[in-house]
Nanobody
């Protein structure tokens, strides 16, 4: 079965950086898109960024939070390790949340477009990793 495990969260000072990892198993990354999402207590989960495990195309989601992290957060992949990363730079207190990764079947040789980076399309999820930005 598909499993996703997030790691790399923690406490960081404003202006600091973290790299989150999403380790996936039970699948070949080439057949999937992986997305990063976040959830703040009391609010709905929202999309950040997605990447095609096949061709490496990376996009930001159509969300207010995604707009706020353009230029600071970058998604990437390492297919040999079946891992997707979210590099988070210039972190701010407003970035504090639980960060989740999810998997979407796209098939080998497929890319990803913004309309695919939508919460309801992702059927497999990890348990999340907490990111806290505070002095």
């Amino acid at each position: 079965q598909v499993q996703l495990v997030e790691s790399g969260g923690g406490l960081v000072q404003p202006g600091g950086s973290l790299r989150l990892s999403c380790a996936v198993s039970g699948l070949t990354l080439d057949n999937y898109a992986i997305g990063w999402f976040r959830q703040v207590p009391g609010k709905e989960r929202e999309e950040i960024s997605c990447i095609s495990g096949s061709d490496g195309t990376a996009i930001y989601a159509d969300s207010d939070y995604a707009d706020s992290v353009k230029g600071r957060f970058t998604i990437s992949r390492d297919n040999a390790k079946n891992t997707v990363y979210l590099q988070m730079n210039s972190l701010q207190p407003e970035d504090t949340a639980i960060y989740y990764c999810g998997a979407l079947w796209i098939g080998s040789g497929s890319t990803i477009v913004p309309t695919m980076c939508v919460l309801r399309f992702f059927g497999s999820w990890g348990q999340g990793t907490q990111v806290t930005v505070s002095s």
